[in-house]
C-alpha cells in the first residue's frame, strides 16, 4: 500500500521514528513535513515564535494555509491508498473531505497529545475528528471524549521510543562528570511538576532538572540550584540517563497523561526508572524487578535514598527494564507494525 505521511518530521522526533516503521515495514511511503512552514529567520526571534503560537492557537495563518494547500496538491499527484497524519492540529476540515472525495484515501489520525489541552491549538482539529477513518490516541481519558465528538473509530495505543537512539551507551568519565547526576529529570516544565520538585528540595533530595521551559518557572530561587533551564541534545540525552543513577519519571498533570516517551526511553536506555506509580505504568514493568515507582514526594524520596546507597539492586532494576522494554517491544518501529495491520485490515473490509 501507498502512505502519504505528515506530521512534524524532524530527525529525532517521535513521528520520524513511527515512519521510520513504516519505511521497515516495506510499504511505500510519501512524506510531508510541516516544519518547513513554520519556519521565520532568526532575527525574528521571539516575534517568529510568537507568531507560530498565534497560528497554532488560531488555526490561522500563512504557514496553515500553505501546508493545507501542499498537503492536498501531494495527496493528488500521489494518490495514496492511506494518508496517516501524525497529530493533525494544522489539518483543515475541508482539506480531509476534498482529500476523502478525490482520491479515495483512508483517513488516519494518530495523536500523542490531550485533545483537551486548549493551548496544543485545537481549532481546527476537533471539528475534523469524525473525518478520519481510524483515531489512534495514547491517552485513555481522550477514548470517550473522541467518540463524543464524532470519531468513527478510536483505538488507545501507547507511547514507546526509538530503538535507533535509545541504547545503552558506553560514557566516558568526562562524559558522565559532564551529563551525570544522583537524581535527574530531563523534561518540561509545568506547575505540577515544579511543586512536586520543591516538595523534593525539601526533603533534602539531590537534584539536577533539565530542560529549556523551565525559564518559566515560578520559584526560581529556590530552584536556581536545581534547574538549568537549556535543552538537552538527544546525543547528550541517552548518555545523561545512562550517566544518572535515578532517572525520574514525572508524567504531564497537564495533559491528563499516565506515561510519557520517558517510561519507556529511561530503560531502553538502560537507566533506572523512578516513576509515578499509574495504571500504565504498572502493566508496563513489574514493580520493584523492573522500575520503582512512587504514590508521593515522601515515597519517591524514601526510595530515592535507598537505591542511591544499593547500587547492586539498583543496577539489577534497570537491567531488568531494559530487558523488558526490548523483549515486549516498545519501540515505535515495533509498535507500528499492529497498527498498520489494524489500518491495512480495515482499508479492506
Not at 515560578?218 to 548518555?239: F, Q
Not at 539498583?314 to 497498527?339: F, K, N, P, T
Request: hydrophobic share 40%; aromatic share 10%; net charge neutral.
Amino acid at each position: 500500500m501507498k502512505y502519504l505521511y505528515t506530521g512534524s518530521l524532524v530527525g529525532s522526533g517521535t513521528c520520524e521514528a513511527r515512519r521510520c516503521g513504516l519505511v521497515e515495514m516495506g510499504r511505500e511511503v510519501v512524506t510531508l513535513s510541516f516544519e518547513p512552514f513554520f519556519r521565520y529567520p532568526a532575527f525574528l526571534g521571539f516575534l517568529g515564535r510568537k507568531f507560530n503560537s498565534l497560528q497554532t492557537l488560531s488555526g490561522i495563518g500563512p504557514g496553515i494555509w500553505e501546508y493545507n494547500r501542499c498537503l492536498l496538491a501531494t495527496a493528488r499527484q500521489h494518490r495514496p491508498d492511506v494518508l496517516w497524519i501524525d497529530k493533525g492540529h494544522y489539518v483543515s476540515r475541508a482539506t480531509l473531505q476534498t482529500i476523502k472525495r478525490e482520491t479515495g484515501a483512508f483517513l488516519v489520525c494518530y495523536n500523542t497529545d490531550d485533545i483537551c489541552y486548549s493551548r496544543n491549538g485545537w481549532r481546527l482539529h476537533l471539528p475534523s475528528i469524525e473525518e478520519y477513518d481510524i483515531y489512534f490516541t495514547t491517552n485513555r481519558f481522550n477514548v470517550e471524549e473522541l467518540k463524543a465528538l464524532g470519531a468513527r473509530q478510536v483505538i488507545l495505543t501507547q507511547l514507546g521510543y526509538n530503538r535507533n537512539l535509545f541504547k545503552p551507551h558506553v560514557v566516558t568519565e568526562a562524559e558522565a562528570q559532564r551529563l551525570g547526576a544522583s537524581v535527574g529529570f530531563i523534561g518540561h516544565w509545568e506547575p505540577a511538576t515544579e511543586e512536586l520538585l520543591l516538595q523534593l528540595i525539601n526533603l533534602g533530595l539531590p537534584l539536577r532538572v533539565r530542560g529549556s521551559s523551565w525559564r518559566q518557572a515560578k520559584n526560581k530561587r529556590r530552584l536556581k540550584h536545581v534547574i538549568e533551564p537549556d535543552a538537552v541534545p538527544i546525543e547528550d540525552y541517552t548518555k545523561a540517563i545512562s550517566s544518572t543513577k535515578i532517572n525520574l519519571g514525572i508524567n504531564s498533570a497537564q495533559s491528563r497523561n499516565l506515561s510519557s516517551g520517558r517510561t519507556f526511553e529511561i530503560p531502553a536506555a538502560g537507566g533506572f526508572l523512578l516513576a509515578q506509580r499509574t495504571i500504565e505504568h504498572q502493566g508496563f514493568y513489574d514493580e520493584g524487578r523492573e522500575a520503582e515507582f512512587f504514590g508521593s514526594a515522601e515515597e519517591l524520596a524514601d526510595k530515592a535514598r535507598y537505591y542511591l546507597e544499593h547500587d547492586a539492586a539498583r543496577q539489577i532494576i534497570a537491567a531488568g527494564g531494559h530487558r523488558r522494554c526490548i523483549a515486549s517491544g516498545y519501540s515505535w518501529q515495533e509498535l507500528m507494525v499492529g497498527l498498520v495491520k489494524m489500518v491495512e485490515d480495515a482499508c479492506l473490509e
